[in-house]
């Protein structure tokens, strides 16, 4: 066989379809954040104003945060120098995994490498040590919560997104003295709203199974300690395990859980990806756990970025452009067809020095490709109007969204 034809043959098959991914080379300006320089494959750069970003409080840049990761990497040097088990535990580990449990109001939280590796772990790991057990997943779960639903090779029931109703079908069709996990998430990602948590925990109550919640688009954002959208709803004590994200709100890199201590042991003691991997180091440690003690005390972050996701809408609305309108931050704006979403992502780079990824199968399903628009913390009303005055121009000069579904 010719192997190298044939990785070709797949690539160019993508590059037809559209779908083809380029990356936007950037470089982040510290202090200037949503600015960055983009460069081009020659070397040269421009700034650019980033529209499509997670660092939705700015955290990354924040000076609590730049200040902890510095002072842990002259005090503690670059790397852990372990898995966990073997050396790679600090002190930085332990009083991250304190303020967490404590943030969730858990007995426990355990520190993993990224949210996805928490998410294939823990339900990797839960779902395969309860025996004969059956998940509940949400159908627009994330790619992370599929992987470990999978890899934990129980029997899984998908759920119509967000509906109650389904999900009540399947429990009760089940056999009920068999163990059961229901995982869903708070805000989901590419359509912008928001999981019925109170609805799901009430199943889970009257058929007795677990709960599993991705809060990794709540954490930080929502709550009056920006512990996510089940605090804000008063129902966090009421989940059994909440996973988290350093990689956005908190704008650093990471993943948790948090939990009932017996839980959170087990995973520990059991999971794959947690065990055999090298810990974290200082820095991200520190940097993840002075930007989750600043948001459980401060609130201009969060209400600056409220007040951008506020007018972002109302303008996008304004202009009768098709939003999916959800109760969170996020702006899903379809365009509903690959090359195009492409076309007009590469416009807004080439000609207005706008940085908005295109967001394709797979992350999103064929026929609803889209624009994710996310107003941060950072940016500033001027940045808003300006960007959603560009986007209408565009939306009725060049017929670029003539695919668009509303
Ligand atoms: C980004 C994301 C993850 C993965 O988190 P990382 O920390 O980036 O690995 C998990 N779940 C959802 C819903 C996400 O959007």
Redo the contacts with the bound molecule.
């Keep these: 066989m010719d192997y190298e034809a044939h990785f070709q043959k797949r690539i160019s098959d993508l590059k037809s379809e559209g779908r083809y991914r380029s990356f936007a080379t950037l470089e982040r300006i510290a202090g200037r954040f949503p600015k960055a320089l983009c460069y081009a494959p020659d070397g040269s750069s421009k700034e650019v104003t980033i529209w499509c970003s997670n660092d939705y409080l700015g955290m990354g840049q924040h000076p609590v945060v730049l200040n902890a990761v510095k002072e842990a990497v002259d005090r503690s040097g670059a790397g852990a120098g372990g898995t966990r088990n073997i050396s790679g535990t600090t002190r930085y580990h332990v009083e991250l995994e304190e303020s967490l449990a404590d943030l969730h109001q858990k007995e426990s939280a355990l520190v993993f490498s990224?949210?996805?590796?928490a998410?294939e772990g823990a339900l990797s790991t839960l779902s395969k040590l309860l025996p004969d057990c059956i998940v509940f997943s949400d159908a627009l779960n994330?790619a992370?919560m599929i992987m470990g639903i999978r890899s934990g090779g129980c029997e899984k029931h998908v759920f119509r997104h967000n509906d109650v109703e389904h999900l009540e079908e399947l429990l009760k069709s089940s056999d009920p003295k068999r163990p059961k996990l229901i995982a869903f998430?708070s805000v989901y990602?590419m359509e912008g709203d928001i999981a019925p948590i109170k609805e799901i925990i009430e199943l889970a109550e009257k058929y007795s199974a677990l709960t599993y919640i991705?809060e990794?688009?709540g954490v930080g954002l929502y709550g009056p300690r920006g512990a996510g959208v089940a605090e804000e709803r008063g129902l966090m004590d009421r989940i059994d395990i909440i996973e988290g994200?350093f990689?956005?709100a908190y704008g650093l890199?990471?993943?948790y859980i948090a939990g009932k201590a017996a839980m959170v042991d087990a995973v520990r003691s059991f999971a794959a990806s947690f065990i055999f991997t090298t810990s974290l180091p200082p820095g991200v440690l520190a940097g993840a756990r002075a930007s989750v003690e600043h948001l459980k005390v401060s609130d201009i972050e969060r209400q600056r970025q409220r007040r951008n996701v506020r007018r972002l809408k109302a303008r996008v609305e304004a202009a009768g452009m098709p939003y999916m309108q959800g109760e969170s931050h996020i702006v899903p704006l379809v365009v509903g067809e690959a090359t195009c979403c492409k076309q007009v992502t590469d416009m807004l780079m080439s000609e207005y020095d706008i940085y908005v990824q295109p967001i394709n199968f797979p992350t999103v399903p064929k026929g609803t490709e889209r624009l994710r628009l996310t107003a941060t913390a950072a940016h500033s009303l001027e940045e808003v109007d300006h960007f959603v005055d560009v986007l209408q121009e565009l939306w009725s000069e060049s017929h670029m969204f003539q695919h668009a579904v509303a």
């Design positions: 990224s949210g996805y590796i998410n994330h992370s998430e990602s991705d990794v688009h994200t990689g956005k890199m990471g993943g």
